[in-house]
Structure formats: C-alpha cells, structure tokens
C-alpha cells in the first residue's frame, strides 16, 4: 500500500508531454489577454478546475462510461477535435465575442481550456490505461490521484503568471497571439480528428 513514486513520475511526465501546459499559455492569453485582471486570474484557476473534475471522473468510472454509452477513444479524439476547430476558427477571424460578458467568460474556462484542451481524449485515455493497470494496488491508486493533482497545479501556475507577458505584448501582441493560437489549436484538431480516423480504421 506504500506510494508507488515510479508510478507517479511516470503518469505525471506521460501527462505533463500529453498536455502540455506552455503549449497552453498563448491560447490563454489569446482568450483572456483583453479581459480585466481579475477575469484573467478567475479563468487561470477554473480552467484547471474544470479540467481536473473531468479527468477525476473518468479516473475514477471512465471505461465503465465509455462501455456504456459505447463510446471508443477514437469516437472522443474526433469529437474533440471538431470542438478544438470551431474555437480555432473563431481566433483566425477575430470573432472572440458575441456573446454575453458574463457568458463568454464561463464559456472560456470551461471550452476550450478545461476541455478539450486540459481534459482531451489523449490525457483521458491515459488516466484510463493507467488506473486499469494499477489492478487494484491502492498505492497505485494514490501515486495516479497525486499525479493528476500535480500536473493541475502545474498548469494553474503556469497560466496564472503567463498573464505578466500580457504587459510585454500590449493589444498589437495579443491580437497577433490570438492568431497564432488560432493556427495552433487548428493544427491540433485536426491531429485529433486525424488519429479518430486511424483509431476506427485500425478498430474495424
């Protein structure tokens, strides 16, 4: 029942390259960058919040879930890939709002930074894999729990101080941003949907 440190080194590298959280800071600052300081504070803890909700779910009854909706991997990797393309869409033309204030920021903690992007198929298939393998060793168990605890707080780290680049940038910088994130989550989706595709052609 001793905690298993190999374990937790291992899923906390495996999440930390899956999810990558420098990789997430120009899409934050793409999204909050404009927005007062206490929005942008409020969104760098909820964003991961959010994300470790969903994740601790499907940790805890994940394949059980999939198993009974008869929901695979592949069919999560194009789901969220479409999502990851439609806000992708929204950053290369500029079409941030739209909506409600109030809306729009709930909106941008939950979709896209908490997920699909913190919480996307790839991190929760490997939550999966890796509570699976634990058979049953509580040890185990709590190495998985810590790790997923860890990379979240990594990542509230990360976003919370990435807003001090915001002074660096000014409105020019973070409109730039906001297209290149754009490109970038494009990019993404459509390596999700991509890998959806090779995931049911390799299934059937």
Same mark, same amino acid.
């Given at each position: 029942?001793?905690?298993?440190?190999?374990?937790?080194?291992?899923?906390?590298?495996?999440?930390?390259?899956?999810?990558?959280?420098?990789?997430?800071?120009?899409?934050?600052?793409?999204?909050?960058?404009?927005?007062?300081?206490?929005?942008?504070?409020?969104?760098?803890?909820?964003?991961?919040?959010?994300?470790?909700?969903?994740?601790?779910?499907?940790?805890?009854?994940?394949?059980?879930?999939?198993?009974? !909706?008869?929901? &695979?991997?592949?069919? +999560?990797?194009?789901?969220?890939?479409? #999502? =990851? %393309?439609?806000?992708?869409?929204?950053? $290369?033309?500029?079409?941030?709002?739209?909506?409600?204030?109030?809306?729009?920021?709930?909106?941008?903690?939950?979709?896209?930074?908490?997920?699909?992007?913190?919480?996307?198929?790839?991190?929760?298939?490997?939550?999966?894999?890796?509570?699976?393998?634990?058979?049953?060793?509580?040890?185990?168990?709590?190495?998985?729990?810590?790790?997923?605890?860890?990379?979240?707080?990594?990542?509230?780290?990360?976003?919370?101080?990435?807003?001090?680049?915001?002074?660096? !940038?000014?409105? &020019?910088?973070?409109? +730039?941003?906001?297209?290149?994130?754009? #490109? =970038? %989550?494009?990019?993404?989706?459509?390596? $999700?949907?991509?890998?959806?595709?090779?995931?049911?052609?390799?299934?059937?």
């Amino acid at each position: 029942m001793s905690f298993d440190v190999t374990i937790y080194l291992s899923v906390l590298i495996t999440l930390f390259v899956i999810m990558d959280p420098p990789g997430a800071m120009p899409i934050f600052l793409s999204l909050v960058g404009r927005k007062s300081a206490a929005v942008r504070n409020r969104a760098a803890w909820q964003a991961p919040a959010v994300s470790l909700t969903v994740i601790t779910v499907f940790a805890i009854g994940g394949q059980a879930i999939l198993n009974y !909706l008869h929901i &695979g991997i592949p069919a +999560l990797q194009g789901a969220g890939g479409l #999502l =990851l %393309l439609l806000i992708a869409l929204d950053l $290369l033309r500029g079409n941030e709002g739209g909506e409600s204030k109030s809306a729009e920021d709930v909106n941008v903690a939950l979709v896209p930074l908490g997920t699909p992007l913190m919480a996307g198929p790839g991190a929760i298939a490997a939550v999966i894999v890796y509570v699976s393998q634990a058979d049953g060793d509580v040890g185990s168990y709590l190495a998985i729990g810590a790790a997923i605890v860890s990379i979240h707080l990594i990542f509230y780290l990360v976003l919370r101080f990435s807003t001090v680049l915001i002074r660096v !940038l000014g409105e &020019g910088g973070i409109t +730039l941003l906001a297209r290149i994130a754009g #490109l =970038l %989550l494009a990019a993404i989706a459509v390596q $999700l949907v991509a890998d959806s595709v090779r995931g049911f052609i390799q299934a059937s």
